[in-house]
């Protein structure tokens, strides 16, 4: 990736976390992990039943192993950071999305590791696990934005109140910006895989995360819909850097996950627009008397 193009990745990814900090109050950011019954719910179905299902998918359809553990990598990896906003506009709950934003990244150390090991040892292959990556990716570009922004809105509301929305605003058209100079120059690495059926297993691998999601995210339909959106919505640059430990030489890696982007953008948005319909009231029928 060009230096310019990763500047303006990592700025806008930053700006968008702050804006999420900016906003957000620690009691949203810890209201996850407070209660142990919602964080085993949540972590549970992204981190178990997800890539179970993800593992299942990936074993059954004849795919390069390596575009088949992208798919593994995707389902271990804790949410991006433009899902908060998503989640948001898709209607998702406010302080539950904070809060597991923190949550999945916080215990993506832990959790990545062990389902990644216990892979291993099921399928009885040798995958790395890039720990020191993770941490750092999860601290330095996710924790310590989210960090300062409340921090400043600690300090000073008004001033936070005021910025959060212009912040975040810059961070999404920065990571428009950027995703659109990465797709001019991966595009023909993408076209090669619109075809073989990497489209159409990206699709069912969304599709998985937003039924998991929405079974097991409880009877509160915001949470139901964070969740959903939160199972089928990951972190590209923590599945990438699973991926390219254990093919590091794999030109299908990037493209793929870069795919995988726009295909879970369309599907989700699919989500979105049917719950909308399920939510908005049906016209009664009058009877008339005859």
């Known amino acids: 990736m060009p230096i310019v193009v990763s500047v303006v990745i990592r700025t806008s990814i930053v700006l968008m976390l702050l804006s999420v900090g900016l906003s957000a109050t620690p009691a949203q950011a810890l209201s996850v992990l407070r209660s142990p019954m919602r964080l085993a719910q949540s972590i549970g179905t992204m981190m178990l039943v997800m890539p179970l299902f993800t593992a299942i998918l990936a074993s059954a359809l004849e795919l390069q192993p390596d575009v088949q553990f992208v798919l593994v990598a995707l389902a271990v990896s804790p949410v991006p950071p433009f899902w908060p906003s998503k989640s948001k506009h898709g209607g998702g709950d406010e302080s539950y999305t904070v809060g597991l934003l923190v949550a999945s990244s916080l215990l993506s150390v832990v959790t990545i590791p062990i389902v990644l090991k216990t ?113 089928s919505t990951r972190h590209p ?4 850097s699973v991926a390219m430990a254990n093919y590091p030489s794999s030109p299908r890696v990037v493209p793929t996950i870069l795919l995988y982007l726009l295909v879970s953008a369309a599907v989700s948005a699919a989500y979105l627009q049917w719950m909308r319909r399920q939510a908005r009231p049906r016209p009664q029928r009058l009877s008339v008397l005859r």
């Open 237 to 240: 640059a923590i599945a990438l």
């Open 119 to 231: 892979f291993a040892v099921i399928f009885s292959v040798n995958i790395a696990v890039p720990v020191t990556t993770i941490a750092r990716v999860t601290s330095a570009m996710v924790m310590l934005p989210l960090l300062i922004g409340m921090i400043i809105r600690a300090l000073a509301w008004g001033v936070a109140y005021r910025a959060a929305r212009p912040v975040g605003r810059a961070g999404t058209g920065l990571l428009a910006l950027g995703a659109l100079l990465i797709l001019v120059r991966a595009w023909p690495s993408m076209s090669a895989l619109i075809g073989d059926g990497t489209i159409l297993t990206l699709a069912a691998f969304t599709v998985i995360g937003l039924i998991a999601g929405h079974v097991f995210g409880g009877p509160a339909e915001d949470e139901r819909t964070a969740l959903a959106l939160a199972c």
